[in-house]
């Protein structure tokens, strides 16, 4: 029997990537959803991976989410948390709801997926947490304080989880993006693209299915001695 995957925001961009990536790696594979039912029913048909629809922000949501996919599937063994949102606008334009709903979704939604999950891990002696999180959790950006609060603030927790899984066999790693040719990234102006290009010394903007090619080994068994690192797929945008 496969293991079992669940990726949330799994059903568009970076997120349908993963989730196809680890399908085609062998796993049984969930993706959660938080609004655009026309476009997870299309990623269904598709692929045949099931999705849910829940919003990662609400922890009743989703520890009920969660024992859905595990009646339906089976006990959950891959969490990839990749859910997330924007609402960038500079410091002293940012409305408290900005900030707010940002945190909730990206950083208080890695802990309401994670929580649930982290006993029936403990107790099977296995587990991978995989956090997406962003090259500007680790350089900051502007206009962006609570988004890149939000994505440091995973680091941190992957940081401090790691330390709790390691003997219980399970593993937490961080992976961070760069700028990724992600439908959002497409449609800004060619003018505004070519100026983040500029700053990237491969010369290009990444592919989702790079991103996904680094979820499926960080998943795998031959990645079972790596735990609490930060994974950079930028280009050569930011080192650390």
Not at 125 to 132: E, S
Not at 147 to 161: E, N, Q
Not at 179 to 200: G, L
Not at 203 to 213: D, F, M, Q, T, Y
Request: hydrophobic content about 45%; charged content about 20%.
């Amino acid at each position: 029997m496969s293991r079992i995957a669940l990726v949330t925001g799994g059903s568009r961009g970076i997120g349908a990537a993963i989730s196809t990536a680890l399908q085609a790696a062998g796993y049984t594979v969930a993706a959660t959803y938080a609004g655009n039912d026309e476009k997870a029913a299309a990623f269904t048909a598709e692929t045949g991976i099931k999705t849910y629809k829940w919003d990662v922000s609400d922890y009743d949501a989703c520890a009920a989410g969660i024992a859905a996919v595990e009646a339906d599937l089976g006990p959950v063994d891959i969490l990839v948390n990749n859910a997330g949102i924007t609402r960038d606008a500079p410091f002293h334009k940012m409305s408290r709801d900005q900030w707010t709903d940002v945190m909730r979704t990206n950083l208080d939604g890695v802990f309401n997926m994670t929580h649930p999950l982290w006993n029936g891990m403990r107790e099977r002696k296995f587990g991978r947490i995989i956090n997406i999180s962003s090259i500007n959790g680790q350089k900051g950006q502007f206009a962006q304080a609570n988004y890149s609060a939000a994505k440091a603030g995973d680091i941190g927790f992957t940081k401090a989880l790691a330390q709790e899984g390691a003997r219980a066999g399970i593993t937490v790693n961080a992976i961070c993006p760069g700028y990724i040719a992600t439908e959002m990234v497409m449609a800004v102006p060619e003018k505004v693209r070519d100026s983040i290009i500029a700053q990237i010394p491969a010369g290009r903007l990444g592919e989702a299915s790079e991103i996904a090619r680094c979820v499926v080994f960080l998943a795998s068994d031959d990645a079972g001695f790596i735990t609490g690192s930060t994974m950079s797929a930028n280009g050569g945008q930011y080192m650390s």
